[in-house]
């Protein structure tokens, strides 16, 4: 069954300290691990991914640590503004096609 | 700045009304593109994968003749919600893979649609 687990569902951070976002899937077939970035009202924003052969990738302050063995894969915010406060989905791509995880509401407090 | 482009980005209508969506790839062709739907607090569900110049595959329990999607160009695919009725109000959000293939896909800003 294609399924990606997504914890936790909510997180609340304080302004400058570490988001972390953890997600697992099942299916080792996924081509692509992407991270979506949604604000209310808005369509998801493609933040960040990675390939299966890669165990980590850096973009500014988000990172994203993929982990092969135990099919596992994480967002790291560093120094987390209250700009980031949004819903965050990891996501896996199996051909053409995503697989979302539930989301993750981040709250980032001043 | 956007690649993908969806309009109308609100619309309020009557029960029975038929409504439609558009979504366009700015910069790039697009064979495929994806239609999602989104309610509220929920992560997005795919509805239907939308190919240029042949048929678009459903996902299952999606209704083909509620849910009418259209790829006339390599540019341009259109969600036609037929006879809307309110358990039809939600989101609905496109995608198209801007480098193509197995690549994250690019979202529309999404379209509130609101049946009364």
């Known amino acids: 069954q294609q399924q990606v687990k997504q914890s936790p569902q909510s997180l609340i951070v304080q302004k400058g300290g570490i988001s972390i976002i953890n997600c697992a899937y099942e299916?080792?077939?996924?081509?692509?691990f992407p991270w979506y970035q949604q604000f209310p009202g808005k369509g998801p924003a493609l933040l960040i991914a990675?390939?299966?052969?890669?165990s980590e990738k850096k973009e500014g302050r988000f990172t994203i640590s993929f982990n092969k063995s135990a099919k596992q894969f994480s967002l790291h915010i560093m120094d987390s503004q209250p700009g980031d406060s949004a819903t965050y989905f990891c996501?896996?791509?199996?051909?053409?096609?995503?697989?979302f995880g539930t989301g993750t509401r981040l709250q980032v407090f001043p | 700045g956007a690649v993908v482009s969806q309009h109308p980005s609100w619309v309020i209508c009557k029960s029975g009304t038929s409504v439609k969506i558009e979504c366009r790839s700015l910069?790039?062709?697009?064979?495929?593109m994806f239609w999602y739907r989104q309610f509220p607090k929920q992560s997005l569900m795919l509805m239907a994968t939308?190919?240029?110049?042949?048929?678009?595959?459903?996902e299952q329990g999606v209704e083909k003749d509620k849910f009418l999607i259209n790829h006339a160009s390599l540019t341009l695919s259109t969600l036609t919600v037929t006879s809307a009725h309110p358990e039809d109000s939600s989101f609905y959000i496109c995608?198209?893979?801007?480098?193509?293939?197995?690549?994250?896909?690019?979202f529309g800003d999404g379209t509130r649609l609101s049946i009364l």
């Open positions: 995608s198209a893979p801007r480098f193509g293939g197995t690549q994250p896909q690019h």
């Open positions: 299916n080792t077939a996924f081509d692509y």
């Open positions: 990675i390939r299966p052969d890669v």
């Open positions: 996501a896996a791509i199996n051909t053409d096609k995503l697989i």
């Open positions: 910069d790039f062709q697009a064979t495929t």
């Open positions: 939308s190919n240029e110049g042949s048929k678009a595959t459903y």
